[in-house]
């Protein structure tokens, strides 16, 4: 069964780091999406990604975060210099269409756990 | 603004001991109601997508049911891996491009 998979599993970063995510989407998939889940709270919007724009983003989602799509396969995300509430577990998540019904149901990946120290 | 709230937060059940978790939503105009399980640590699972009230979709030992204001997951005969987080989520009519709004979940334990 096709799957979103994203690596790296588990990142420790510094304080002020940049760090990348990484995440290869359902291969027929057009929809994009990155969410986050700080441990015990709500899984969170951050933005979503189509024909290689940002059409959607939360509050969240400021100027220290980006993404992109560098080829065909990947999609990353991109903090430039991350701070201690960033910490998280961060989930990629991609969907065929974004229309009514079944084309647009949003399939997850398994997450990549970030811990800023 | 969206909201979905879920209850009950903990629910622990015997095998066998059937039950529900509900989900109720406000939203401008709902396009979907979905259900995810999701294990510690884990990413969510995609259950169901609900689009209309009345609608209902079974897979397995789970049911769901969508009316207009609130959606309702019933368990069956639960068995110890049905133990996870059940998440509910909502894509509203405002919203561009498929985005969730997500409840904080159900934690289910089902003890042998």
């Known amino acids: 069964e096709p799957e979103v998979t994203q690596t790296p599993s588990h990142q420790v970063t510094q304080m002020g780091q940049e760090v990348i995510l990484r995440c290869v989407p359902i291969s027929n998939h057009l929809y994009f999406y990155w969410y986050r889940q700080i441990l015990g709270q709500k899984v969170e919007f951050l933005v979503s990604f189509y024909n290689n724009e940002i059409s959607e983003k939360s509050e969240i989602f400021d100027d220290q975060f980006s993404v992109e799509r560098p080829d065909g396969s990947n999609f990353t995300l991109k903090i430039r210099s991350t701070k201690l509430e960033d910490s998280a577990m961060y989930f990629c998540a991609s969907s065929e269409s974004a229309g009514d019904y079944s084309g647009n149901t949003i399939y997850f990946g398994e997450g990549s756990w970030l811990t800023v120290v | 603004e969206d909201q979905v709230t879920q209850s009950p937060e903990a629910l622990r059940l015997q095998e066998g001991e059937s039950s529900s978790l509900n989900c109720s939503y406000t939203?401008?105009?709902?396009?979907?109601l979905f259900w995810y399980r999701q294990d510690p640590g884990k990413g969510p699972e995609f259950l169901f997508t609900l689009y209309s009230a009345g609608e209902e979709k079974e897979k397995e030992r789970l049911k769901a049911t969508l009316t207009k204001k609130e959606s309702f997951l019933h368990i069956t005969a639960p068995k110890p891996e049905d133990s996870a987080t059940y998440l509910c989520?909502?894509?509203?009519?405002?919203?561009?491009?498929?985005?969730?709004?997500f409840g904080k979940g159900t934690m289910l334990l089902v003890s042998p």
């Open positions: 939203v401008s105009g709902l396009r979907g």
């Open positions: 989520a909502v894509q509203a009519g405002g919203s561009g491009y498929s985005t969730l709004t």
